[in-house]
């Protein structure tokens, strides 16, 4: 699965800092304002985690999404205990370039 908008809304939050703060403190809000005009096609499964993320901050919120995105999608990304406290293994991020480019997209090139 893509994941492309669920890659977008990281993406915002990485680059607009008052996005940032809604996503971490109500996304419900943040999902259901969008960002700069532009809304967040998300499924109903990319939906139900986005709001089910408790994260203190985006490198936190970033890795539960990569976990999941990880995990090809269905929620069921595997489970090591003992890791980092949460039982899921630290793993690195997605490099940039797996991400979608917001910059090249007009509705998110003014963040």
């Not at 203190?56 to 995105?69: C, H, I, N, P, T």
């Not at 069921?76 to 910059?103: C, F, Q, T, W």
Request: aromatic share 8%; net charge positive; glycine share 10%.
């Amino acid at each position: 699965m893509n994941h492309k908008s669920l890659n977008q809304l990281v993406c915002a939050a990485t680059i607009n800092a008052r996005f940032r703060e809604t996503l971490l403190n109500d996304p419900a809000k943040a999902i259901a304002n969008g960002y700069f005009g532009q809304s967040f096609a998300l499924t109903q499964e990319e939906r139900d985690l986005v709001l089910g993320i408790r994260a203190k901050g985006l490198e936190d919120f970033a890795a539960q999404v990569y976990s999941f995105v990880s995990g090809n999608g269905n929620g069921m990304a595997p489970i090591r205990h003992g890791r980092n406290g949460n039982g899921r293994k630290k793993e690195p991020l997605p490099s940039a370039d797996s991400l979608v480019d917001l910059y090249r997209a007009p509705a998110f090139a003014h963040a």
